[in-house]
Antibody
Framework: QVQLQQWGAGLLKPSETLSLTCAVY????????WSWIRQPPGKGLESIGE???????TYNPSLKSRVTMSVDTSKNQFSLKLTAVTAADTAVYYC?????????????WGQGTLVTVSS | DIVMTQSPDSLAVSLGERATINCKSS????????????LAWYQQKPGQPPKLLIY???TRKSGVPDRFNGSGSGTDFTLTISSLQAEDVAVYYC?????????FGQGTKLEIK
């Protein structure tokens, strides 16, 4: 059984950097890609990007200039950094596991972290 | 980007009755080389992350009750709950993973009538 546990700061000021980490327990970390998805309060889901265990990344073009994802295979962890946050970045951020090497759908999710950007 | 549009935005169905949620993509998500539709369905309850129900448009994830069924191809897809149970109250999302940037529908809120 795969479990994803995520953590990071929940309250940021405008222009600060959002930083979240997701630890993967169970399963094979190296067989899959790992993603970050966010959900503004009361709204729908938006993919931020994905990272393969090799470190290769794909980012949402709308966020690409501000996003960096990294992976630590020794700890089975992956991380998200989003720079220069604004109120528009307020959302619940989820980490997720891609279920199939051929398809970017998600079978396991972290518990979610509410990140609020406010001065 | 491929835009996913769900209908209706909200739906109220009586217990035991059928619930039908539609999802339309702005371009086909059928990959001709493998004849697979790159379309998934999720259920999200308040305060929880989404839960995968269906992938490849019609493959039910192990452990998902068989009252949940996905159908459709190309640009038009449907999630059907054959006999609504109280625990099915949730928001349902479709997702396309055909393009490099996967995108979600806006969600359909399902309630009990």
């Amino acid at each position: 059984q795969v479990q994803l546990q995520q953590w990071g700061a929940g309250l940021l000021k405008p222009s600060e950097t959002l930083s979240l980490t997701c630890a993967v327990y169970g399963g094979s970390f190296s067989d899959y890609s790992w993603s970050w998805i966010r959900q503004p309060p009361g709204k729908g889901l938006e993919s931020i990007g994905e990272i393969h265990h090799s470190g290769s990344t794909t980012y949402n073009p709308s966020l690409k200039s501000r996003v960096t994802m990294s992976v630590d295979t020794s700890k089975n962890q992956f991380s998200l950094k989003l720079t220069a946050v604004t109120a528009a970045d307020t959302a619940v951020y989820y980490c997720a596991k891609e279920a199939d090497p051929d398809g970017s759908f998600f079978d396991y999710w972290g518990q979610g972290t509410l990140v609020t950007v406010s001065s | 980007d491929i835009v996913m549009t769900q209908s209706p935005d909200s739906l109220a169905v009586s217990l035991g009755e059928r619930a039908t949620i539609n999802c339309k993509s702005s371009q086909s998500v059928l990959y001709s080389s493998n004849n697979k539709n790159y379309l998934a369905w999720y259920q999200q309850k308040p305060g929880q992350p989404p839960k995968l129900l269906i992938y490849w448009a019609s493959t039910r994830k192990s452990g998902v009750p068989d009252r949940f069924n996905g159908s459709g191809s190309g640009t038009d897809f449907t999630l059907t709950i054959s006999s609504l149970q109280a625990e099915d109250v949730a928001v349902y999302y479709c997702q396309q993973y055909f393009s490099t940037l996967d995108t979600f529908g806006q969600g359909t809120k399902l309630e009990i009538k």
